[in-house]
């Protein structure tokens, strides 16, 4: 493995969602190559232990070493919750989660200083997101909820009409907000939702989506590392899959935006 | 292994959801002792591919094998869809799926032989109730659907109220059951839900809940086997499952309409 500056980003997620962050990335850094897995034969993530879900993430990350990958994006909420350190003490190259990237940004939207952030119970349990919008901004009020119907309805399609709708407002109705500005989509899922999520928590409320403040880490990283990539070149995009790529590639062209060119299946040694 | 009389009586979920069928099963044979697997590390089977719920599945009973079992109930819709065949080739002792016994149920009580079906994704592609009930009865008349929201409502505890009730509209409504008297939940997460789809298809409609139908099938097997527990013995509940026993412990007590007294963590080794 040569991790030079012509190697490719290795993106994973537990399945599809994480192609909203890979849509992120391909836009800001359009000359570099990706290599995206979406561990769809052991989705989801956000309902398993923090146990199960390191273990995941290291057999990931080990299957995106085999495409001489010279940075990690861990693309999925959970993961980057609880398998961040791990994935760091094992990994030759550095390794980008959307927590921090996201905690800093809804600490950059906030005039109050107060910010509610909602994801998988998972995420949300692992408390990662409260200790880094603490270390972001030390005296910022936070709330934290998680809100496990939005994948399920995100995945199958029901992003608008009165099911999300009234689901939306079980989650985030009554006191939970408490007058927060900003609100962090700690779910790679959650960005479908947003038109009827912003709908439900008042135009007031800004809407933080990791993907975006990913993408500019990983420029810093790369950067730093003098990993970018300086001219111009084939740019080659790999999709992989740990279940047969069918459904993948159908709900995966709406998380991306558009059609996906195919995905491999491979598959994972992991108990 | 002995499977002999005094084996134990093996059940496999992809989670919580085979309790309803271990419920059926105790509560019709309470001199069999029982060992439950949940493999909550990659829940749900239901939107995955059969190739991938087949691997599982053999990896499930392996693991059950080692418990000295006489008899393996396949307590979840989807691997019964799509694994038992490989099932049967691979174990040396009998393996009762819930769909025959659901679908034989389903025609026993349909008065006008129209017959609807709900499930999984994975339990509706596969046709596999549609073959067993065209199998039970060949004039029936036989409408399918997939209803994926049950499953994450019924884990959420969501069983009662609006968001439940629109859902169930969504699905149920509509020409989907087109004169049908007979409702088969085709997914053991379905009968928590029950009373909402039975207020949505109305009084007429007989709902069928394969969980009672799969025990009286399993006293019919054990009985031409000659594997029928005899004389009253300690009675041994074992279950076991494949992440932290914690969520299974909370969630599972209200499946088993008991509390469970401990589960204990093993590894499956599978790509």
């Given at each position: 493995m040569r991790h030079g500056r012509h190697a490719a980003i290795g993106v994973f997620d537990s399945g599809v969602g994480g192609l909203t962050v890979l849509k992120a990335l391909m836009e800001r850094l359009p000359l570099e190559?990706?290599?995206?897995?979406?561990?769809?034969?052991?989705v989801p993530y956000g309902t398993k232990s923090g146990e199960v879900v390191t273990r995941y993430s290291l057999a990931n990350a080990q299957a995106l070493l085999e495409y001489d990958i010279k940075a990690l994006v861990v693309a999925c909420n959970t993961a980057s919750a609880v398998a961040l350190p791990a994935l760091e003490a094992q990994l030759p190259i550095p390794v980008i989660?959307?927590?921090v990237?996201?905690?800093?940004?809804?600490?950059?939207?906030t005039r109050n200083g107060k910010v509610a952030v909602i994801g998988t119970p998972g995420t949300i349990a692992s408390g990662a997101y409260q200790a880094a919008l603490a270390a972001a901004a030390p005296s910022m009020e936070v709330h934290a909820r998680a809100c496990p119907l939005f994948v399920p309805l995100a995945e199958e399609g029901w992003t608008e009409g009165a099911v999300p709708q009234l689901v939306a407002e079980k989650y985030l109705g009554?006191?939970?907000?408490?007058?927060?500005?900003t609100l962090v989509l700690g779910c790679t899922h959650y960005p479908l939702l947003a038109?009827?999520?912003q709908g439900v928590v008042g135009p007031k409320v800004t809407l933080v989506d990791s993907a975006k403040a990913t993408a500019e880490r990983l420029v810093e990283v790369l950067r730093e590392r003098e990993l970018t990539r300086l001219e111009r070149g084939a740019v080659e995009r790999h999709y992989l899959v740990t279940d047969t790529p069918a459904r993948f590639l159908e709900v995966g062209a709406r998380f991306l935006g558009r059609p996906l060119s195919g995905a491999r299946q491979i598959d994972l040694h992991v108990k």
């Open positions: 190559s990706t290599v995206y897995l979406g561990d769809t034969a052991r989660g959307v927590i990237p996201g905690a800093q940004a809804a600490a950059k939207a009554g006191d939970f907000l408490g007058g927060v500005d038109q009827i999520i």
